[in-house]
């Protein structure tokens, strides 16, 4: 498996969780909402064309629309190498977390 940077997690996650309504606007949107910050356009679209030329992702071409200006929108989804990644990457975390010995973090 690809080792992903963690701006292509963050879009993996991003992504699955928007489900039917991952596009590129929404993505960095739902990113913003997890990290607090705020990523350019450019920023989020070269990892989503990384992560498309790989195979974790598929994208679908949506009708052009007015709100959008008469360009047709990409919509992305996970692949099953997209879902089977993201699972691994969710186990290493728990993995990770649950060996981890030391005091909170976080005080109350």
Aim: hydrophobic share 35%.
């Amino acid at each position: 498996m690809k080792h992903f940077t963690k701006k292509e997690e963050q879009i993996l996650l991003a992504i699955y969780s928007l489900q039917d309504e991952a596009y590129l606007i929404s993505i960095r949107e739902k990113i913003k909402d997890y990290t607090g910050k705020y990523y350019s356009v450019g920023t989020i679209y070269a990892p989503l064309n990384r992560l498309h030329t790989y195979g974790y992702l598929a994208v679908l071409m949506a009708k052009p629309e007015r709100v959008s200006g008469g360009k047709p929108i990409k919509y992305y989804t996970l692949t099953k190498k997209g879902k089977a990644a993201l699972a691994v990457l969710e186990k290493q975390t728990r993995l990770m977390w649950e060996g981890f010995d030391s005091p909170p973090l976080l005080e109350d």
